[in-house]
């Protein structure tokens, strides 16, 4: 199916444990982005990538890892889970081309638990 | 500093009444994009509306315009005739970088729209 599509959608995990949120798009978009949802403070970029093998940090990267071997794969990973990773992480995708009208398309989403 | 601020957390509105949901921004870059995207209940994101910062008129689609204020920093998302679907979270983001490789889509707090029958 073309899209973006994220997996887990739902994942409990327990404090300390390495976990990794996969996101895979069929677009070839050039850029890819990973945020997390957390009440009052909205959608907080934690990194995002231009091309395969070109990564960046957002505001909030510590914890975090990323990887970009593929164009269409953007995996996230926790290598030591927190409680206050406990969120809703969300990946994206778009083509960059400054100010013309490419939109951000997203995923579904993973609600991620950590206990 | 606050990429983009969306001083509204909650609204309620009348059907069928217009409202105007805020959006102020920081970019020192001459090159942006501005984009509304609503989260419904469900949780997935929608892209609503964009406007681009060369764009000399305000971005409209549909029931949504975008009140674009270059001097004053601000993108207000207009929507007229409310209806009962628009209630949902809805996003301010800004794209920004004017190089390949350092382009960052950046989201504000989000303000909860509720519409009363």
């Known amino acids: 199916d073309a899209g973006i599509t994220q997996s887990p959608r739902y994942k409990i995990t327990e404090t300390g444990r390495q976990v990794t949120l996969m996101c895979h798009q069929t677009w070839s978009h050039s850029y890819m982005f990973w945020y997390r949802q957390d009440l009052g403070h909205g959608l907080r970029l934690i990194y995002y990538?231009?091309?395969?093998?070109?990564?960046d940090k957002g505001e909030v990267p510590d914890g975090y890892v990323v990887s970009r071997s593929k164009t269409e794969n953007f995996p996230l990973t926790l290598e030591s889970a927190t409680r206050s990773q406990t969120s809703v992480y969300f990946c994206a995708s778009s083509e960059g081309t400054g100010v013309e009208n490419t939109e951000a398309f997203f995923g579904q989403g993973t609600r991620l638990t950590v206990v | 500093a606050q990429k983009i601020t969306q001083t509204q957390p909650g609204m309620f509105v009348q059907e069928k009444e217009a409202v105007t949901l805020d959006c102020t921004y920081d970019t020192s870059d001459q090159s942006y994009g501005l984009f509304w995207y609503k989260q419904p209940s469900s949780g997935e994101m929608i892209f609503l509306i964009y406007?681009?910062?060369?764009?000399?008129q305000n971005a409209t689609e549909g029931r949504y315009s975008l009140n674009f204020q270059k001097a004053r920093k601000s993108a207000n998302l207009v929507i007229s005739a409310s209806q009962l679907g628009d209630s949902a979270m809805y996003f301010c983001a800004m794209r920004e970088g004017q190089n390949f490789g350092n382009e960052k889509l950046t989201f504000g707090t989000g303000t909860r729209l509720t519409i009363i029958p």
């Open positions: 406007q681009g910062s060369y764009d000399e």
């Open positions: 990538s231009a091309a395969a093998d070109i990564t």
